[in-house]
């Protein structure tokens, strides 16, 4: 088998989107807010309001913020009015004026993110018929305005069972996750369905700590695990998941021999391992490619192309999840065995679930 590098390897179809918008008249200036109106020329606006876990929360807000960013800086943009923003969300509450505030500021396309804001999309895209808006990670919102997007998480996730499975010398995995949604419950099934393909007998331990911006549940979920024999755990837990990482750090701190991993999730968490300057307890990441899929869908939008009406899924057959670099924690031959899932899932001679598995 030929070996590739492992890691993402998301590739945003983005050249022919640019080179569209390239071509439109330097005289209209004017935004059109028609949302099949043809190119809109270099003043092209994006904005995105996050969710609950806010855009530094080192996972899926973050890497959308950076995909807002990408695009801003390709095009010429300013972070603010006319250019690339983000408002951020304290409660659910937050979700609808934050969509209407961006809206009344005039920006071509808007990014609500997250499976939590999509009634919040629903209204506001019934509201404004001439807006464009992305719900990332629903399918639930049905509107000409609105281009659903989602991921095979999975996908990816199987393969962090893989890994896990793998790698554990105790025979026990676990899974924190955030609030028992389905996006988060593909992450669930998949780690699963990958662990139990190499190892049957694995136990895996599951927590919902039923938030994404609680660091101090994640924490505890973390603590009870590893006190129970766990070693590596796989966190899909947004802001939460960061105190799955404060937990390994602190018993690796204290014993520089425990035997204790975390699994990142969505962008790569290696920096989120560090313990010193020649430690690290983040065995790999489960990337999600939301960076790819904002800048994706906001150059289909600027150059008139705005899939309204439709859902987007990215998964491995189109490079939009996988494992960021094991930076040598992973000997090549379980990456080898990676890579031949890898393939099995893409060409689909493993369709893997999304469904968690019954208690």
Known sequence: MKKRKFGLLISSVVATGAILAACGSDEDTKKDTDTNSGD?????????VTD??????????????????????????S????????????????YNTNLNNLLRRDFDLVFGVGFMMADAMGEVANENPNAQLALIDSADVTADNLVNILFKEQEGAFLAGVVAAEMSQ???????????????????????????????DIEIQVNYTGAFDDASKGKIAANSMYSAGVDIIFHAAGGTGNGVFSEAKERKAKDANANVWVIGVDADQYAEGQ??????????????????????????????EFPGGETIVYGLAENGVGLADSRGAIPQEILDDVE??????????????????KE
Do not use: C
Not at 52 to 77: C, I, P, R, T
Not at 80 to 94: E, H, I, N, R
Not at 340 to 357: L, R
């Open 40 to 48: 809109k020329g270099d003043n092209f606006a994006i904005a995105m």
């Open 275 to 304: 313990v010193d300057g020649s430690t690290n307890i983040t065995l790999t990441s489960m990337l999600k490619g939301v960076n790819n899929a904002v800048i994706d869908v906001a150059t289909k939008a600027k150059a008139g």
């Open 170 to 200: 105790s025979g026990k995995i676990g899974f924190v996750g955030g609030v028992d949604i389905p996006v988060i419950n593909r992450f669930h099934a998949g780690f699963v369905e990958g662990a139990k393909a190499v190892n049957p």
């Open 52 to 77: 609950v876990g806010g855009v530094d929360d080192k996972s899926f807000n973050q890497s959308a913020w950076e995909g807002v960013q990408k695009f801003g800086a390709d095009n010429g943009l």
């Open 340 to 357: 031949v899932y890898k393939e099995k899932i893409a060409s689909g001679e493993i369709k893997v679930s999304e469904e968690k598995p």
């Open 79 to 94: 972070k603010g009015d006319g250019g690339f923003d983000y408002l951020q969300s304290q409660s659910d509450a937050d």
